[in-house]
């Protein structure tokens, strides 16, 4: 009896995890956010603080990228309808089956390869550009951002063949350079990105609606802030390419392009202030705190103790998996810092070092890392999962495990360390059942990490 | 003058920090504990729940091992004073100097290397194990066991030279196998871990003072636990060797040894209840909960709200350096979890994959890893120490960083992801300012770390 009891409370530990995770989910969809950011009144259309008058509006157009823009796509239509006169988003491969159930007629949506770009990318990016270059005064452009916009739409400035782009950017990653000076970089080799595509829109109105996968949510990062001005400079990105010893690396069209930036023989991306970004509005209808809002609510209401820790998680994925194991241990033998049931959550987007050859994600590498920290504990639960339901090149969003995890493995013959040695969570969680699978979501924003703690 | 106020605000922070850890430092030294724990009236000697009747004791003799034992040994000495008839207690080098102050008379300290053993080790290991084998029934031997123990008293098994016994922690260390399973293996090899020391002392009295080191208090783990049962076996040993394919690698003399305890040729490890352990006391101290627990009540009377994330902290110290920044982050921004002034504890031992050649320890990596990620906030600090004063080869004890740290380490030539690439940890602290110095500190229980946000 008492071991059946234990294993009970373990399936409803991990039935309310997935049912916390699901309300957070939930929020996140792009229904939920655009609905809650857009509101239509005869003709009046408000987001934010702003209110559109769609009586003096010609046409409305709507461009997007990104993982989450076909469901965005999908859902506007809903909310605008015979309004829209037309548009085209871009979207990664298997996201457009997002849109199945609500349909969609007005919007093109494309499917392009995330996050080596392709040349389908390229095509999409220079009919987006297109498409608002023609927009006019009286129009609107509403453009639809979502995390992975940047890859799905890689415009190089002419000159430059996507080829050198993607070898630029492949030096800087090995480099050590951060995330923003790389971005830097990329923002001076491209035709959309650092404010560009609002460039092109101008002098048309630019709505754009945002759902950030970036921790912070900083407007400039997020699909490399195609609408807003751009604080960097072809000097800066000089700069860095030198710092990091790379000038000489890189093809001579990238150098040549920054040369002539940082001579001003050629257009600087638009800065913050600029006129042309005068008629663009950006707004975030989406993010990873809202994920966590309602994870948090959803929780207390299930009965929970609940802490958030951060919404800006980083670090790498199997270390930051050994921290929330030691937070579901103390939990466990001294119910601190949470009386149980404790719920503690954490959001934000973890990095995995490639070693091995096996088949995974940085969700699930921290599931499978936890399973070892809490080996044998009884009532403990750990989850971590990306909102686009894809983490890593696989099927699965994540992973849930429990103190029994590595147990169920070992029966199965594989070695938890070793896979996780091998970059194979993948496999190691399907064979314990501890895989986290919910298809695309059709939404994009940070991970999340749950550490629940039953009574 | 707004510039100013900030400035003196994080100087603010920086002392009720170094405040905060002093107080948990107090609160674990060898004095406070011993005193705490051994209770002496009369002839009356009260530890835990046992009553050593001092009147028919024949001799009480010291021995002990660990970086804290000299500064215990003092203590005990302060307490029994002529009580005491002698003894021997090794410690690492450079601790000796923390009974200068105090003064010692009738055990006798040497000092020995750490963590490579070495002969002055051997020589204590064999002098204490002959002082414990002359105690008879009406002796009492006090073993005064802290971290660093095991390293310090390397006694090998008959017919194992040191070099043999080195050769296999080696062997398993690179092999990817579990402390657990490798302590499995040396106990199995040595003649004092395992229980070993207390059944050489066998049928006089012991008892064992623990100052733990060890996240979670294991005393099997502390100092490879010289005086309790050792749960595991000869067999277990051959087989964690096959598993980790070492076998055939091992010197032949260990591998014979483990082979005449698989046929119970030779003597097994005294096991829980074994005879020889009946006339034992195990009894912890002090250890890093001791320490959390006093830091909490100093934050709290300094005003702070606190928190204690676990007292089981593990993972690699940079990447816990960014999860403690990203802790520290989501306090700046949204003030939680915790209203401010915030002060969120963690206590554990990190780990350090050496790449580089520089100089530095895990608790520095820890420092200057949240250094980065806490990079131009406000009213932030982060710092992370060793309660023994020394983190890594170096004379510092770990550091503390805040907002200001990257600038001024960038001021002077530093690229603090260079250091952290090169485990240079040490300079870069240095040369911000940001060293937590201390000297030895005479104790050794968990690491810790804090994150404190003003108001």
Tied chains: 1, 2.
Excluded at 55 to 67: D, E, N, T, Y
Excluded at 404 to 419: A, F, H, L
């Amino acid at each position: 009896m008492g071991e059946r009891r234990l294993a009970t409370d373990v399936e409803a530990l991990r039935s309310d995890v997935d049912r916390i995770a699901q309300a957070a989910l939930t929020a996140v969809a792009p229904e939920t956010c655009l609905r809650r950011a857009l509101h239509v009144e005869g003709d009046q259309l408000r987001v934010a603080k702003e209110t559109f008058d769609l009586s003096r509006i010609q046409r409305i157009i709507v461009v997007g990228m990104g993982k989450a823009s076909a469901r965005m796509a999908a859902t506007l239509e809903d909310l605008l309808g015979e309004r829209i006169s037309g548009g085209l988003v871009v979207t990664a491969h298997g996201y457009r089956a997002a849109t199945r159930k609500v349909g969609i007629r007005k919007i093109k949506i494309v499917e392009a390869s995330h996050p080596v770009p392709d040349a389908r990318g390229l095509a999409a990016a220079k009919r987006i550009v297109t498409i608002v270059e023609e927009a006019n005064e009286e129009d609107l452009a509403i453009v639809l951002i979502s995390g992975g916009g940047s890859a799905l739409l890689p415009l190089p400035a002419s000159g430059i063949a996507l080829y050198d782009l993607a070898a630029t950017s492949e030096l800087l990653l090995r480099s050590g350079a951060k995330i923003q000076e790389i971005n830097t970089v990329r923002k001076h080799l491209s035709q959309v990105k650092g404010g560009q595509l609002a460039g092109h829109a101008f002098p048309a109105q630019v709505l754009a609606l945002v759902l950030s996968d970036v921790p912070g949510d900083s407007l400039n990062a997020i699909a490399s802030g195609p609408t807003v001005g751009d604080p960097t400079t072809f000097d800066q990105a000089k700069q860095i390419l030198r710092q990091y010893r790379l000038w000489e690396e890189i093809p001579k069209s990238v150098r040549e392009r920054i040369e002539a930036g940082v001579r001003s023989t050629i257009q600087e991306t638009p800065k913050p202030g600029d006129a042309v970004l005068q008629r663009v509005t950006t707004t975030i209808i989406g993010s990873g705190s809202d994920a966590v809002e309602e994870a948090l609510a959803e929780g207390e209401r299930l009965g929970y103790y609940t802490l958030l820790l951060t919404t800006t998680l980083e670090g790498e994925a199997r270390e930051v998996g050994k921290v929330l194991a030691a937070l579901a241990r103390e939990e466990v033998n001294t119910h601190r810092p949470l009386s149980l049931p404790a719920l503690i959550l954490a959001a934000g987007e973890t990095t995995v070092t490639v070693r091995g050859t096996g088949k995974g994600g940085r969700n699930q590498e921290v599931a499978l890392s936890a399973a070892r920290g809490i080996e044998g504990l009884c009532g403990v639960v750990v989850a971590s999962l990306g909102t686009d339901g894809r983490d890593g090149p696989t099927d699965a969003a994540g992973g849930m495990v429990d103190g029994g995890t590595v147990s169920r493995m070992r029966e199965r013959g594989i070695d938890p360390e070793e896979y996780l040695e091998e970059n194979n969570s993948y496999e190691a969680l399907e064979k314990a059942g501890d895989l986290i699978v919910t298809g695309p979501t059709g939404t994009n924003v940070a991970d999340m990490c749950f550490v629940a703690v039953g009574k």
